[in-house]
T-cell receptor, first 113, second 112 residues
Framework: GENVEQHPSTLSVQEGDSAVIKCTYS??????FPWYKQELGKRPQLIID?????GEKKDQRIAVTLNKTAKHFSLHITETQPEDSAVYFC????????????FGKGTSLLVTP | DVKVTQSSRYLVKRTGEKVFLECVQD?????MFWYRQDPGLGLRLIYF???????EKGDIPEGYSVSREKKERFSLILESASTNQTSMYLC???????????FGSGTRLTVV
């Protein structure tokens, strides 16, 4: 079926290192790929997104890359800081859900000082 | 700034009760969504609505219904609450179908 797979489920890095989270999708009609960050006890917040006509997008220490042929997209966080610790979700709109966002299961990122 | 407000932050209900979860957005968005969030399962779509009076089932609609009488308000109804509906419920709205959402703060529902 049409779904979004996200890996890894947990990720631990040292402060200053880079973190990469990967997602794959199966619906070829998906054309928009957002990433959300959810801190403990808070609502998910959009941190970066990319549309299917773009291969890469950067915003300070975070970037998202998209490979439409392989149907995968990745979140890259450089120079990680303890405040980057959170759960990150990728998502993509899917036809079966009327193009509502279908979310990955999340990656719990821990940045240790 | 778009505000999506969920009426209750925490809720405890008994098995068999009819439960109403309310969500209101203040930015005239057409599109509204209900998700439930469980550890290890991510966010799963329950119902969505792209217009007043329009409602569509998501991936896990069983045991739920929705109401959207007004554009700004989208209610999730648990017809007869069961313990397996204990979860965090998140409402979201968006201006454009399929594009980035703004989420409410969530309602943590416990069914005992």
């Amino acid at each position: 079926g049409e779904n979004v797979e996200q890996h890894p489920s947990t990720l631990s890095v040292q402060e200053g290192d880079s973190a990469v989270i990967k997602c794959t999708y199966s619906d070829s009609a998906s054309n928009y790929f957002p990433w959300y960050k959810q801190e403990l006890g808070k609502r998910p917040q959009l941190i970066i997104d990319i549309r299917s006509n773009v291969g890469e997008k950067k915003d300070q220490r975070i970037a998202v890359t998209l490979n439409k042929t392989a149907k995968h997209f990745s979140l890259h966080i450089t120079e990680t800081q303890p405040e980057d610790s959170a759960v990150y979700f990728c998502a993509a709109p899917t036809r079966r859900s009327g193009y509502a966002l279908n979310f990955g299961k999340g990656t719990s990122l821990l940045v240790t000082p | 700034d778009v505000k999506v407000t969920q009426s209750s932050r925490y809720l405890v209900k008994r098995t068999g009760e009819k439960v109403f979860l309310e969500c209101v957005q203040d930015m005239d968005h057409e599109n509204m969504f209900w998700y439930r969030q469980d550890p290890g399962l991510g966010l799963r779509l329950i119902y969505f609505s792209y217009d007043v009076k329009m409602k569509e089932k998501g991936d896990i609609p069983e045991g739920y219904s929705v109401s959207r009488e007004k554009k700004e308000r989208f209610s999730l109804i648990l017809e007869s609450a069961s313990t397996n509906q204990t979860s965090m419920y998140l409402c979201a709205s968006s201006q454009i179908v399929g594009y980035g959402y703004t989420f409410g703060s969530g309602t943590r529902l416990t069914v005992v």
